[in-house]
């Protein structure tokens, strides 16, 4: 069965700092991986997503991942945080095999200190 | 705003109470999916149809159930409600199936159950 792990449950950064979220996966073949956001009181926006090809993926907000197989991770980045970032980071794992259904991480919690 | 509508955004019932969430995908959208978030079990799959058929399940329960009408809006229904049920409860939408089509799911901004 796949799953996903979002090891770090909140995470407090300065404005302006980087940020790395961190995403392991458990899935035999290639799956499809995603970053979601939610912002407090609203649904879940798509920030990227991976499907096949380049590892290093761009999404908006200017957040980026790297698909890591060997690590099983799909790392989220973001060079310079905004205090805008502040909200909840949840990566989703689907596959073909498991008729795209997507399983999502228990959530990384961002706060962004001025 | 993803184009997804749910309603009603807030719902309070009581104990073995039945009600019905509702939701409006995306314009073209065939595939309507619905989650639960709940603070102890995180958000959780529950179902999904495909162009009026059910297409996928996950840990929906038997009391629950969902349909996608011709116009292809989705509801799902709660029936005998327990205070654990208490939870956000998301769909989403999504153009089609398979791995051509299988970019995003928008999502609506859910609907907040409370059981008393």
């Known amino acids: 069965a796949q799953s996903v792990t979002q090891p770090d449950i909140h995470i407090t950064v300065s404005e302006g700092a980087s940020l790395e979220l961190r995403c392991n996966y458990s899935?035999?073949?290639?799956?499809?991986l995603f970053w979601y956001v939610q912002s407090p009181g609203q649904g879940l926006q798509l920030l990227l997503k991976?499907?096949?090809?380049?590892?290093l993926v761009q999404g908006i907000k200017g957040f980026e991942a790297e698909f890591k197989r060997s690590q099983s991770s799909f790392n989220l980045r973001k060079p310079s945080v905004h205090w805008s970032d502040a909200a909840e980071y949840f990566c989703?794992?689907?596959?073909?095999?498991?008729?795209?259904?997507?399983?999502f991480g228990a959530g990384t919690t961002v706060t962004v200190r001025a | 705003d993803s184009g997804v509508t749910q309603t009603p955004k807030h719902l309070i019932t009581a104990t073995g109470q039945r009600v019905t969430l509702r939701c409006s995908p995306r314009?073209?959208?065939?595939?309507v999916y619905w989650y639960q978030q709940s603070l102890d079990q995180g958000l959780q799959f529950l179902i999904q149809?495909?162009?009026?058929?059910?297409?996928a399940k996950g840990n929906i329960l038997e009391r629950f159930s969902a349909q996608q009408f011709p116009d292809l809006h989705s509801e799902l229904n709660l029936s005998s409600l327990e205070l654990g049920d208490s939870a956000l409860y998301f769909c989403?939408?999504?153009?089609?199936?398979?791995?051509?089509?299988?970019?995003?799911?928008?999502f609506g901004p859910g609907t907040r159950l409370t059981v008393l």
């Open positions: 989403a939408s999504s153009p089609g199936l398979g791995p051509s089509s299988y970019n995003e799911q928008f």
């Open positions: 899935y035999g073949a290639t799956p499809y």
């Open positions: 991976y499907f096949s090809g380049d590892t």
């Open positions: 989703a794992v689907g596959s073909r095999s498991n008729d795209y259904k997507l399983s």
């Open positions: 314009s073209g959208d065939l595939s």
């Open positions: 149809y495909y162009n009026g058929e059910e297409r």
